[in-house]
């Protein structure tokens, strides 16, 4: 290896480092994205060539952990202490009089108090030593936590090797919170209910659910964040107060909030806890309070600890912005994929600056549980300031007129008949033809990640339905312009546009035809997982059940609920229709079509670099040719093909005596079925 190439693998380090700082903790990126990916592309491509400059504070060494089958504990050096609660001004007048008496001063005297942000999240640890994180921990019952480092590592704004400032503790460890942004918490449950799964009901509990997860690659794709407010170590710290402390993490690179601020005495305590209050709503994660702290970390140790508790610190928690109303309705409303779900119809009243006038009951065992009823007055809250919930039913002010709600025994929009599968919560139409079915079907096979059709929104929606122009989505492809241009809000011109849009979308690639379908369980990925195994819409409609549960990443409840999908009466008429009209979605070679006797009925890990075809390449020969592709190494792991660079995965595979081959063995093997490396371009062999 050259000087050169040594020196350009730690430039790009410190170049790809600062910028990623600069984008995910500063919130003032340099560099472009695209101008991003081709420098983490290049340090890809040498670390590859030279994997004996492997580093893990490489930019490139946050995601691509195997899956682990358990956390392992991860006892804390200095424990993580819980906080003492406070929920009124009062009570912090109460905790300002016992740090006091504790430190011998007057009544009149007055402290400094820091108060930051209490954020919503899952409490995290991390531990640092020369600078380097060696591990990231839960924090458990304080004493013992849960080593999830691998997922930790794939937050952006965490840094995997601290600043070089002069002092720097040797070994250290850093408290935080792990918390997923507002903005990306819709983005999931957006997702979510594509794919017809449960919603998580808010923020915290999508981060818990993320930060725990045994794969880090679905912990990466959650784009969590991470917040840090105190810095521990077995010496002294070279500050004099708690504010001076942030501004340690934030010179090292961590990020803090951002947004403490030092007061004095109660007073400045009382001005500051209803400042914060009111514009808590504006910040782009939750908060659930504010933390009190004594600012001079000498008396921080004079005051000590009680318990398990800090005496110099308090916890002031914020009132859930709850308001009181009557119960008008609870009407059914019937979703996309047919789920029926109880909606309350509440006398509007203003909550967190809005006006909720609805609030969702989820199921039928839920209104069961809180015993909500027609006529009823409750209390109703934004669980976690976004999703309207009722918390409790005032039961002491009931007259005795209210009317208990019955889950309907009919679809409330069509008539048809209605189901609830063993096992699940959610009470479903199962007619293929109901009207509130078939909006939101039209609407999400049009949408961006399905057949793409611009134009082609709600109110276009309703009214092509209420005119009887379509009812079903073949029906799309039948419009003419001039009933198209005399609907509402039309006219000739964007009645050109839409038609031009449908035209453009009868060749979209399978997979988005397949998730335009609607089928439950099916979301984005799911359908490309389908089109890259079948191949084709015919394949995959008459596939039975059992193949379709041999499918990686399908199963049996996603294999059931496709061929019940295909097996609907109406169905197989409308993908009839759809042909007809043209619409013909591009064919995806399909896995196995060319069986291969060394490759049926296996799964292949790909490890390390390869020099002749993309990893992704790789994969989809192996599918091709009868196999499967996985990310991790197992036990019904059937080969490891392993390259240059290769780590973990070729270790994990000689310990479980998994056969390893080098890519030329492996092209071997498949002789002519084997991509010529010439037909691979040049820019598609980086990893």
């Not at 952006?156 to 850093?174: K, N, Q």
């Not at 935080?176 to 009901?201: V, Y």
């Not at 909006?439 to 092509?464: F, K, Y």
Request: hydrophobic content about 40%; glycine content about 8%; some cysteine.
């Amino acid at each position: 290896m050259s000087d050169q190439e040594r020196a350009r693998i730690e430039e790009l380090r410190r170049e790809l480092t600062e910028h990623a700082y600069r984008y995910h903790v500063l919130d003032r990126p340099t560099i472009s994205d695209a101008a991003y990916d081709v420098l983490y592309r290049e340090l890809e491509e040498l670390e590859a060539r030279h994997p004996e400059l492997t580093s893990p504070d490489s930019p490139t060494a946050r995601v691509g952990a195997p899956p682990l089958d358990r956390f392992e504990p991860a006892p804390h050096r200095f424990p993580m202490l819980s906080l003492q609660n406070a929920f009124s001004v009062e009570e912090l007048v109460d905790f300002d009089g016992r740090v006091k008496r504790a430190l011998g001063l007057a009544a009149e005297d007055k402290i400094d108090y820091l108060v930051e942000y209490k954020i919503d999240g899952l409490g995290v640890s991390l531990t640092y030593e020369n600078g380097l994180l060696v591990r990231g921990a839960t924090r458990g019952d304080g004493t013992v936590g849960e080593d999830i480092t691998t997922n930790l590592r794939t937050i952006r704004s965490i840094p995997l090797r601290l600043a070089d400032l002069p002092g720097r503790p040797e070994l250290c460890e850093v408290r935080g919170e792990a918390f997923l942004p507002k903005a990306e918490f819709a983005r999931i449950n957006a997702e979510r209910d594509e794919s017809g799964d449960p919603l998580f009901a808010n923020p915290r509990n999508a981060a818990a659910g993320s930060i725990r997860q045994l794969d880090s690659s679905i912990t990466a794709g959650r784009k969590l964040d991470a917040i840090f407010y105190d810095l521990r170590t077995e010496g002294p710290l070279p500050c004099e107060t708690h504010a001076a402390v942030l501004d340690l993490l934030a010179a090292l690179r961590l990020r803090t909030a951002g947004n403490h601020e030092v007061v004095t005495g109660v007073d400045g305590l009382a001005a500051v806890v209803e400042r914060r209050d009111r514009g808590r709503h504006e910040l782009p994660y939750d908060i659930d309070g504010l933390v009190v702290k004594v600012n001079s970390l000498q008396l921080q140790a004079e005051l000590g600890y009680v318990s398990r508790s800090p005496r110099w610190a308090i916890a002031f928690k914020f009132q859930a912005e709850q308001a009181v109303t009557n119960v008008v309705d609870i009407m059914p409303s019937v979703g996309r994929t047919g789920a029926i779900t109880p909606v309350g119809i509440m006398e509007p009243v203003l909550i967190a600056g809005t006006t909720v006038s609805r609030a969702s009951l989820h199921n039928e065992d839920e209104v069961r549980r809180k015993d909500v009823r027609i006529g009823d007055v409750v209390v109703i809250q934004k669980a976690g300031d976004i999703i309207p919930e009722v918390v409790e039913v005032l039961v002491d002010r009931r007259t005795g007129a209210e009317v208990p709600f019955a889950m309907p025994t009919v679809c409330p929009v069509c008539g048809g008949p209605v189901a609830r599968e063993e096992g699940e919560a959610v009470t479903r139409c199962t007619s293929p033809t109901c009207r509130a079915k078939l909006a939101g079907w039209l609407e999400h096979w049009a949408s961006r990640r399905a057949m793409d059709i611009d134009g082609l929104g709600p109110a276009i929606v309703e009214q092509l339905i209420a005119t009887g122009m379509a009812g079903d989505v073949a029906d799309l492809y039948r419009l003419e312009h001039s009933r198209l241009a005399a609907l509402e809000r039309m006219g000739d011109k964007s009645a050109s546009n839409l038609l031009d849009a449908l035209e453009a979308s009868k060749r979209r690639p399978l997979s988005r035809f397949i998730n335009g379908l609607g089928i439950r369980h099916v979301g984005e990925h799911v359908a490309g997982v389908l089109a890259r195994h079948f191949g084709s819409l015919e394949a995959l409609a008459a596939a039975p059940v059992e193949e379709l549960a041999q499918v990686h990443e399908v199963g049996e409840v996603v294999a059931r609920s496709v061929r019940a999908f295909f097996d609907a009466p109406g169905v197989r008429r409308v993908l009839e229709k759809l042909r007809e009209a043209g619409v013909a979605p591009e064919a995806t070679e399909p896995a196995g079509a060319e069986q291969h006797p060394f490759v049926v009925g296996k799964v292949f890990v790909f490890t390390g670099t390869l020099e002749t075809m993309t990893r992704e390449d790789a994969e989809a020969l192996v599918l091709r040719l009868g196999g499967r592709a996985s990310g991790s190494v197992t036990k019904k792991t059937g080969c490891v093909v392993a390259g240059p660079g290769a780590g973990s995965k070729l270790a994990k595979a000689e310990e479980l005596g998994i056969p390893v081959l080098t890519e030329s063995e492996f092209r071997a093997a498949l002789g002519e079925s084997a991509p010529e490396p010439s037909r691979i371009p040049e820019q598609r062999r980086l990893l």
